[in-house]
């Protein structure tokens, strides 16, 4: 069997770890499975990309296609064209993607129309909400995936419900839980735990990137103050995701307890994480970690496409008025927050059943 395996962006590089290490194991248990590591290069920073391939030890990818910047619809064509070549030069029997970036898509739609099977791991998740680049991406691959990888029994119905017949939908659990949990007890303090005098439980840290919360300066500066203010003081951790770090350069913030670094690498911010008061983000990866930590996290969003951190983990939606911050904050600071369970199947052997299946597949 001959694989393709995508990345692009930063939580793709945690999705792929654990599937390239499962590939590798079964291979040293006989299967024959030859992949190519496509890195479309759409994070091309390397505090968002070569210091994953590093701590995670995932392999140089074999090829780079470098196709960073640009609009949505300019990085997706760019992506586009330059897969179109390297899948006709370097045929394969089925294009892997993860997640939701533009990569995701714009592999998706190649792979197909050069009639190559695709799947996609972390099909079915749905916010509606199709303000979000992100929504968009997973509709359209889901509309074209052949194999669909699934986190949760509700991206399963979600995808029944749009006509994905039920032999084509694996519930195999979450590939980026396979990555915490093999690599949590390698996470690492970084120089910023002694620079910033931080200890357990005594700190916040955020991380803003969507447009919706960082696109309008004024916007992004309310709810960073809406934080700091009410923390009692304590250091709130802001590492800027590049995105995010041009306009809030121009914004002037200056609080002595808020404390602005780099992007972190993996080992150094689920370090940080792991021993949090609380989180505050507007990610989706970082609520299922914070989920299977059980550190308390607030999601600055009206909607998320993982229903199941809040059902059963630590987050809660605090929406986009800076309004909500300072009650749930003082319900952090009572004592109050609800502790949570672990989803089904969030067991770290998610990408050993993802390969298991492939092969499985490929054998019929
Ligand atoms: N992350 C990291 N360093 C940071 C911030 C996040 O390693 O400074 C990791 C985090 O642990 C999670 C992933 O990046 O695994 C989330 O990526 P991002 O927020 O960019 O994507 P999303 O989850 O929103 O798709």
Redo the contacts with the bound molecule.
């Keep these: 069997m001959k694989l393709t395996l995508i990345v692009g962006?930063?939580?793709n590089f945690?999705k792929i770890a654990p599937i390239i290490h499962a590939i590798n194991h079964a291979n040293s248990k006989s299967q024959n499975i030859q992949y190519r590591l496509v890195h479309t290069g759409q994070h091309y920073d390397s505090t968002m990309s070569d210091t994953?391939f590093k701590e995670l030890n995932i392999p140089e990818p074999d090829i780079n296609l470098g196709c960073g910047g640009g609009t949505q619809a300019e990085q997706t064509a760019a992506i586009m064209i330059a897969f179109e070549k390297e899948l006709m030069t370097n045929p394969s029997d089925l294009v892997l993607v993860v997640?939701?970036?533009t990569s995701t898509m714009a592999c998706s739609i190649v792979a197909k129309k050069l009639n190559t099977k695709v799947a996609h791991v972390e099909a079915g998740i749905r916010s509606y909400d199709l303000t979000m680049p992100?929504e968009i991406n997973r509709m359209v691959t889901d509309c074209l995936a052949d194999y669909f990888f699934t986190t949760t029994r509700w991206a399963n119905n979600n995808l029944k419900n749009n006509g994905v017949d039920e032999s084509r939908i694996f519930f195999v659990g979450n590939v980026?839980i396979d990555t915490l949990l093999t690599n949590r007890s390698r996470f690492k303090k970084s120089d910023l735990w002694d620079k910033f005098a931080l200890k357990d439980k005594s700190y916040l840290l955020i991380?803003l990137?969507r447009p919706a919360n960082v696109d309008e300066g004024n916007k992004l500066k309310i709810h960073i103050e809406e934080i700091v203010t009410n923390v009692h003081g304590l250091p709130v951790i802001f590492?800027i995701?590049p995105r995010t770090e041009k306009i809030f350069n121009e914004l002037g913030i200056n609080y002595p307890n808020l404390k602005i670094t780099t992007?972190?690498?993996?080992l150094e911010?689920?370090y940080l994480?792991e021993r949090a008061k609380a989180v505050i983000?507007?990610?989706?990866?970082?609520t299922e970690?914070t989920t299977v930590m059980g550190v308390p996290c607030f999601t600055l969003r009206d909607n998320t496409e993982r229903p199941e951190t809040i059902e059963m983990g630590t987050n809660e939606l605090m929406g986009t008025d800076p309004s909500a911050i300072k009650p749930a904050l003082e319900k952090l600071f009572a004592g109050k927050w609800k502790k949570g369970t672990i989803p089904e199947l969030w067991d770290g052997r998610s990408a050993e059943r993802i390969v298991k299946n492939l092969t499985d597949i490929f054998k019929r």
């Design positions: 962006a930063r939580p945690i994953f997640g939701d970036v992100e980026m991380t990137h590492p995701h992007p972190l690498s993996y911010f689920n994480v983000t507007d990610s989706g990866g970082i970690e």
